[in-house]
């Protein structure tokens, strides 16, 4: 087997993953820490990497405080209202307390943002979101975070955290390799930030075979933020709460420039409004959720998914209204132009001119993460002005063990922060880690040896099965001792798919599905150690697929655990359809113990701090 090197680096704060909440981290964590050593490490590339790397048209998380448009206390109100109940109003509000501060920077750092002729200021979208040519978004945040660092490590995939020597429960660093070169990583670190993103492909896709790329959420998004904190004990919460998305069919164009921009609407088949039909259905499980405003996302898909199941499907956005107007048409195809440009192809194959032809809406796949609408992640200390005692255990954004942070997909509880609320994020988790660096003094984190060591055999240990396996087949990807990152991967998607409800269950799953869907994994997790890796490429998969399979597994504990329905049109348990908020008007948080592979559930008190 080929020697690999090692090579170690030192920093006093350690950001994994570059994408928007990392690029905040960088960046504030030189603020407040002028003199520390910043150290960022990307799988892919800062400049492009992440969920925004193709670019966005719009900015959905903004205050516009200075015009008195709306307050943090509007904004919690609204993601409460949402998620159905369930956010940490605490993380939410001190997000949206900085928001608009960041899009600020975004603008003086180049980002054009438009603005209405009339009143001069931004753009609006709907009530939370501003439009901004936003082709270039991620390059110019990356710019500020590479001047903010000390050091940037571009393609190195991020595999284990290290804990320190003395202290097992708390945080030292963390080890990857380089994806190019192969070079093994010893990350050595007194802060560690975890900023990597969600986890798109732990489901089976829509689109399948030469199109499996096609999901919604980035397919690069591989579920490290989960992997690697639950590997380290962390606790989680509301893995459960996966999102599905309506979108444009095929393509998973964005929709919100339509509906809110454009004033586009919905119809079935028959040109009928369906919504008001499930009306009574929807109250019968949720109670008065379905009468808030605006109507909580989930409900909306329900009613789509019910519509179709009725037979009255397909349903289409009605877009050829407003694309007679040529302003609004210009809005429709740049939308895409800047975030999506694949939809605008798959109209073009297809014959759809949305001037002529209403186009189809179809309900994604399930993904999870924890910037978007939904709030699936670690479970963080809050704000020390804000927070309820029971939220608070040290510094904002440290997750259950010391001297670990998390900002964007990584943290749970706290939906609707998006891309600029993601940066904030990080920008907050940068500040309260500078102070629990220098808080430190002298008592640093010290790496093991023997552990580094061992995680080194174990990293590139699929690359052993495949060399000494592949002699035993003379043709084929299919060999008696390994399997390949791929069909592992198409393993995990369909055990996720029909055990834990995906599209093929119709969202749909309950207990002894989902008892049967963990037993499946298990078997998973076992075969998982017979990996075989043809090239460094096929690394990164190999250890991809192990992060998702382990953040599938936190999916289903948390589902399990969750006797309700509480977000129909997100996932359904059959032998619990209902709404209950009796008994799980709370969180849900997980501890995963790696020696025994055993999980721990519990319930957490949801408080409401904002009337
Ligand atoms: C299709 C789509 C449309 C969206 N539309 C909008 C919109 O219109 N407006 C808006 O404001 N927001 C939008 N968002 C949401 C926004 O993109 C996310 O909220 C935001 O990017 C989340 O930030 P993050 O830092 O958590 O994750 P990301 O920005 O995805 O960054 C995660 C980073 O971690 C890296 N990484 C992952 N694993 C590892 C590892 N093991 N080792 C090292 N590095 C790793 C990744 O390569 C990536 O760079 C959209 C997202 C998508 C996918």
Not at 214 to 223: E, K
Not at 234 to 249: D, G, H, P, S, W
Request: aromatic share 10%.
């Amino acid at each position: 087997m080929r020697r690999r090197r090692t090579l170690f680096v030192d920093a006093d704060i350690l950001v994994v993953g570059g994408g928007m909440s990392g690029c905040g981290a960088t960046y504030e964590s030189r603020y407040w820490g002028r003199d520390l050593k910043i150290v960022c490490v990307e799988k892919a590339n800062i400049e492009r990497s992440g969920a925004v790397a193709q670019g966005l048209y719009a900015i959905n998380c903004y205050m516009g405080m200075q015009w008195n448009e709306n307050q943090p206390e509007d904004h919690v109100r609204y993601a409460r209202n949402d998620l159905m109940g369930l956010v940490r109003e605490d993380l939410g509000y001190d997000i949206a307390r900085h928001v608009d501060a960041t899009v600020h920077k975004f603008e003086e750092w180049g980002l054009p943002i438009m603005r209405d002729p009339k009143t001069g200021r931004y753009q609006r979208e709907g009530k939370w979101q501003i439009m901004i040519h936003g082709e270039s978004y991620k390059p110019i945040v990356a710019e500020a975070a590479r001047k903010a660092a000390s050091e940037v490590y571009n393609r190195i995939m991020v595999t284990h955290l290290l804990m320190d020597k003395q202290r097992p429960k708390r945080v030292a660093g963390a080890v990857g390799f380089n994806v190019r070169t192969g070079d093994f990583y010893v990350f050595r670190a007194k802060a560690v930030i975890v900023t990597a993103g969600g986890a798109s492909h732990i489901f089976k896709p829509r689109a399948v075979g030469e199109g499996m790329g096609r999901t919604w959420y980035a397919p690069w998004s591989s579920a490290s933020a989960y992997a690697l904190p639950i590997l380290v004990g962390a606790k989680m919460t509301q893995m459960e709460n996966r999102i599905v998305l309506t979108r444009f069919k095929d393509g998973y164009g964005p929709v919100g420039a339509y509906f809110l921009h454009l004033k586009t609407y919905t119809q079935n088949a028959y040109g009928q409004d369906y919504e008001p039909t499930w009306y009574n259905s929807i109250r019968e499980r949720v109670g008065d959720y379905v009468d808030r405003h605006p109507v909580p996302t989930c409900l909306r898909n329900h009613a789509l998914l019910e519509e179709v199941k009725a037979g009255r499907g397909p349903i289409r956005m009605v877009t050829t209204e407003a694309f007679k107007d040529p302003h609004k048409e210009t809005v429709g195809w740049e939308n895409f132009l800047g975030m999506t440009i694949g939809q605008a192809v798959v109209w073009a194959s297809q014959n759809i001119d949305p001037k002529e032809i209403n186009p189809e809406l179809t309900t994604s796949e399930p993904y999870v993460m924890g910037s978007h609408a939904t709030c699936s992640g670690a479970w963080a200390s809050g704000p020390e002005d804000y927070a309820p005692s029971e939220y608070q255990w040290g510094y904002n954004r440290m997750m259950t063990v010391e001297g670990l942070f998390g900002a964007g997909d990584a943290i749970g509880g706290s939906a609707h922060k998006f891309s600029s609320g993601s940066f904030t994020e990080g920008r907050i988790a940068g500040k309260a880690a500078v102070r629990y660096v220098n808080d430190l003094g002298k008592q640093q984190p010290q790496v093991s040896e023997a552990e580094y060591e061992d995680l080194k055999k174990v990293v590139y240990k699929p690359m052993e099965n495949y060399e000494v396996g592949r002699n035993e087949i003379v043709a084929g990807t299919v060999s008696p001792s390994y399997i390949l990152p791929i069909h592992g991967l198409q393993r995990l998607e369909k055990i996720m798919d029909e055990y834990v409800g995906g599209i093929g269950a119709h969202y749909t799953t309950n207990e002894p599905l989902l008892t049967r869907g963990l037993e499946l994994l298990g078997m998973l997790k076992e075969d998982l150690a017979h990996l075989g890796a043809e090239d460094l490429h096929q690394l990164q998969r190999a250890w991809e697929l192990q992060h998702r399979v382990l953040a599938s597994e936190c999916v289903t504990q948390h589902t399990l655990f969750r006797t309700e329905t509480r977000w129909p049109g997100y996932y359904y348990r059959a032998d619990h359809p209902k709404l209950d908020d009796q008994d799980w008007h709370c969180f849900t948080l997980s501890r995963y113990d790696r020696d025994s592979g055993k999980w721990e559930m519990e319930k957490a008190p949801v408080y409401h701090i904002v009337d």
